[in-house]
């Protein structure tokens, strides 16, 4: 396999580094990560814990449920990946703390981070962290409104979404270009063989060898798509003249379908 120049390096902090396995050594990531396009190291806070017991994580002041992370190990480990980083000539590398606070990661922040060339992300576990960490941490990222048991799932999902962003990570047939939310509108849907599926025919637009009209149908197809599952997505986006009458035809279609 080509190796190609490390274009990413990732220092992900974590209580359960081997959660990343998933990430490393699979799929379209895995192959990102053996032609060394990118580069991770894992850092565990509690080799950073100068406590007999390795401790990481104590009761919150005020009282409260749950655990939260110590400062200590965590700015310890986040000054270690720092240092490691600048070592490999990077000096700007950006701290990323995942948590459910966070900003919504979209399609335009992955693409942006996927300039960078260090991350050091923070998986962190139980309550959060302790507030005086975020001293150190640059960027709140969140992957949804919705809570999971930790950092982990949602460092991978973002560095997932970033890595496929990266020159010569997908081939010519995987290319990003033609993904959701890249020209603000869902994807079309797709279709492979058989022709034929019990009684269902593929469109027959997609079998004319007629390019403007595949073309045509595929942005209709994704403008319909948008305007059912994500409304918000259509009112945030510029629509071309092309765009505008498609979606008034799709509207009128819908209006008469309902009648
Ligand atoms: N940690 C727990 N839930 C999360 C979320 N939705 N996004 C980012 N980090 C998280």
Redesign the pocket.
Known sequence: MKTSKVLLTFDILTLMPEMFLALSDYGVTGRAFKKKIVNLNLLNPREFSTDLHKTVDDRTYGGGPGMLMMADPLVKAIEAAKKRQSSLGIKDSKVIH???S?KLLSHNKAKELSECKGLVIIASRYEGIDERVNNWVDEE????D???S??EL?AMTMMDCLIRQLPGVLNDDESATQDSFVNGLLDHSHFTRPEIFKEMKVPEVLLSGNHEKIRLWRLKESLKLTWRNRPDLLAEKLLTKEETRLLEEIQIEQEQDSI
Do not use: E
């Not at 990222?141 to 949804?144: E, K, L, N, Q």
């Open positions: 995942m948590t459910p966070g990222i969140s992957i949804g919705y809570v999971l930790g950092g949602p």
